[in-house]
């Protein structure tokens, strides 16, 4: 039997939140982004401790904060082909809007929300490829502001 040392579906880098909530989390993600449920591991009290979803093509893995260890956001910026929309949906779904969507300098069209347990998700779909001469030249001439 051949072993790798990536799981298959999984990419080098894998994001894990550590948050409180997780049974609200993982009911945000899949009514938000379409997150599939690739795995859920309850403790003895019934109530999940690890999951692991699919969004797009990534995973991310998300588990309940012991009590003595400190949950803490994250920022993920993620991809998809109408940001507009799903903005709009993560909203109906529960999470608060941290910054409206709007067109970027740099490319993205982009707007920012946060998920029951405080994460930011930056919600984007590539309007423009620009080269590096390009994006600092929009910049140099006021754009990330």
């Known amino acids: 039997m051949s072993e790798t040392t990536i799981p298959e579906g999984y990419h080098t880098i894998t994001p894990y939140l550590a948050v409180r909530g997780l049974g609200e989390l993982i ?3 899949q009514a938000a982004f379409a997150a599939e449920l690739k795995e ?3 403790g ?4 999940p401790r690890h999951a692991e979803v699919k969004i797009g093509d990534s995973m991310v893995m998300m588990g309940e904060a012991p009590d003595e260890a400190s949950a803490f956001p994250a920022m993920l910026y993620l991809y ?3 940001v507009d929309a799903l903005f709009e949906q993560a909203i109906a779904c529960g999470a608060s ?3 409206g969507v709007q067109d970027e300098f740099y ?3 982009v707007g920012a929300v946060s998920d029951t347990a405080g994460n930011q ?3 984007a779909t590539r309007k423009e490829t620009l080269t590096s001469e390009e994006i600092a ?5 006021g754009g990330g502001d």
């Open 27 to 29: 009911e945000f993600v």
């Open 40 to 42: 859920c591991l309850s």
């Open 44 to 47: 003895p009290d019934g109530r």
């Open 80 to 82: 998809v082909p109408d």
């Open 97 to 99: 809007e941290v910054r």
């Open 107 to 109: 490319g993205d069209r």
């Open 121 to 123: 998700w930056w919600i």
């Open 137 to 141: 030249e929009r910049l140099s001439e």
